[in-house]
């Protein structure tokens, strides 16, 4: 029996959807005549080995090779329908011999020379009023805070880049060659080895970094300036008035988050009330006229919401008045409110 000239070519033609009448002539005669299942078994597992060296082979992920497959055949060339599902039965047939090295040998290199190499993406989420730890590809770990969350593709221990949205705490594996970076819509931090903290929430007018040990450099994308900075400073950057502060700061007030402690060091009224909106899942109401006037310092290991606020009833002029949840149109619950005043007397 003469051995079967199969030919590679006409088969990636097929899977790219740039075939031609003669390519598909060729693909009916290949897979669905069945006195060429043999030859072309033996053929395809013969050029899998020589094609696809075994160091190789272990690196490669088949389920986007497999998907591809898939998509092509019941998608792209519908019209083709009667000649797709003898392909389909002929792949199902010798799916335990066969499928592996026709994924690698074709669709793997028309994917790697499309250039179009998809990248899966990794989320990481600490849903309202938890805290969630994770740890990094890389060694490095951290903590999110509530309503937080960070992102990082498939290639991050190529380039060790997350995205945050929210507050996250991280300590970065020491790596020269290969800096660690966190993006936020505003600015990039750049570190190599260090223990730091971010917040970046949507919703909130500030940007703060603080950092615990080492040095890192941050990029202010909004106004395109660069800051180094040192062991125990605090990086501001205001977004309503498009300008950033360093200063030198106690850093455990504003890493203690991780260790579930609520902890205030002077803090104004309605930074105040941020914080007790972060940290309970809750809206704040202040009927009160100076926010500076008013500061507090306390700190708080897993108390609850009322007990939180009787401590700052009794530390400070103020009264509190909680609103329960109710039921919007929409069939949602609102957030419990906390409205706070001033005590006259």
């Known amino acids: 029996m003469t051995e079967f000239k199969f030919d590679g070519e006409k088969i990636n033609h097929f899977f790219n959807g740039k075939y031609t009448n003669e390519d598909e002539h060729y693909l009916n005669e290949v897979f669905c005549d069945n006195s060429k299942e043999d030859e072309l078994k033996h053929y395809l597992l013969r050029q899998f080995y020589e094609l696809a060296p075994e ?65 899966a993406w990794v989320e990481i989420n600490a849903p309202a009023w938890t805290r969630a730890q994770f740890s990094l590809p890389d060694g490095s770990t951290g903590w999110l805070n509530s309503n937080s969350s960070i992102k990082y593709n498939g290639s991050f221990n190529a380039d060790r880049q997350v995205t945050l949205k929210g507050e996250a705490f991280f300590d970065v594996y020491k790596d020269e060659k290969r800096p660690f970076v966190v993006n936020t819509p505003e600015i990039s931090v750049k570190a190599l080895g260090t223990r730091f903290n971010v917040a970046s929430y949507e919703n909130e007018k500030n940007v703060e970094v603080v950092l615990s040990e080492g040095k890192i450099i941050l990029d202010n994308k909004r106004i395109n300036k660069s800051y180094t900075l040192k062991s125990g400073e605090l990086f501001t950057y205001d977004k309503s008035f498009n300008n950033s502060l360093t200063s030198e700061v106690d850093t455990q007030k504003y890493i203690s988050w991780t260790a579930g402690k609520l902890v205030f060091r002077n803090d104004p009224l309605d930074v105040i009330a941020k914080r007790l909106e972060r940290w309970y899942n809750i809206d704040v109401e202040l009927d009160v006229s100076s926010f500076e006037d008013i500061r507090w310092r306390a700190t708080f290991v897993n108390e609850g919401l009322e007990a939180v606020l009787n401590m700052l009833n009794r530390s400070l002029p103020l009264n509190y008045k909680i609103e329960n949840q109710y039921l919007k149109p929409d069939e949602t619950y609102t957030k419990k409110k906390v409205i706070i005043t001033l005590r006259t007397k």
């Open 55 to 119: 160091e190789d082979a272990d690196k490669k992920n088949l389920d986007h090779i497999l998907y591809r497959i898939h998509y092509n055949i019941t998608t792209r060339l519908a019209a083709q329908k009667a000649m797709f599902e003898n392909i389909v039965k002929w792949i199902l047939r010798l799916a335990g011999i066969i499928l592996l090295p026709l994924a690698i040998f074709f669709a793997v290199r028309s994917y790697q020379n499309s250039g179009q190499k998809k990248e």
